[in-house]
């Protein structure tokens, strides 16, 4: 693989051998970008071995365990990504803090515990990004923050996770706007019901009819979405929240 000079990309979130973040780092690494992902709670032989997995085809890769709900946790990855690999051209919010709720356990302490992780520190690697990216030599750079279609329908028990994810939306079609002078395009992504760490068979029975494709989503899907979305064809398309389901079926 062909290693293409100063594309470099941070994901967070890719802490599971088949969960969304590792995909993408894959996909990503396979188009010769070099690779800075986050993890938590993982075991470390599997870190060590998935970033040898990564280098091994052809590109640099570096990690850092972090825990995304101290609040100084994006200044801490976009320092250690810079020293490590240098500033990337590439962010991608893919960790999300998820637990079921509803109305009679919903509570402040869950509340908070949702908003430090999905929001809080998705809005600062933004913005962080942005204001090293200005000191940067870079002429392009992309955001991709995953969403969950919280718009297109009720998500009943998952009131905090729905509240904080529908603000990554709205986050996203504002600062769009005000990055796109420097170069930055800023989108969202919605990949519906994919089956990575948390699904079980129970889950995949009742899903699967609502997948006019016949299958369910994969991270595999997801990271290719993301791949284009952070390619030079998709230099003009900003502020969207692109809903890339298979067709998902909510009724």
Known sequence: MTHIQNKIALITGASNPRDIGTAICRKLACNGVDIFFTHWNSEA????????EITNMGVLCENIKIDLSNANAAFHILDSVQTKLGFPSILVNNAAHSTRDCYLELDAKMLDE?????????FLLCVEFARRFEKSNLDTGRIINMTSGQELGPMPGELAYVATKGAISAFTKSISVELAPLGITVNAVNPGPTDSTWMNAEIRRCLLPKFPMGRIGQPE??????AFLVSDEAKWITGQIIHSEGGFIRS
Request: aromatic letters at 14%; zero cysteines; charged letters at 20%.
């Open 114 to 122: 949702h908003y430090s992780v999905n929001m809080r520190s998705t």
């Open 45 to 52: 032989a599997w870190i060590e071995k998935f970033q040898q």
């Open 221 to 226: 899907d997801v990271a290719r979405i993301i």
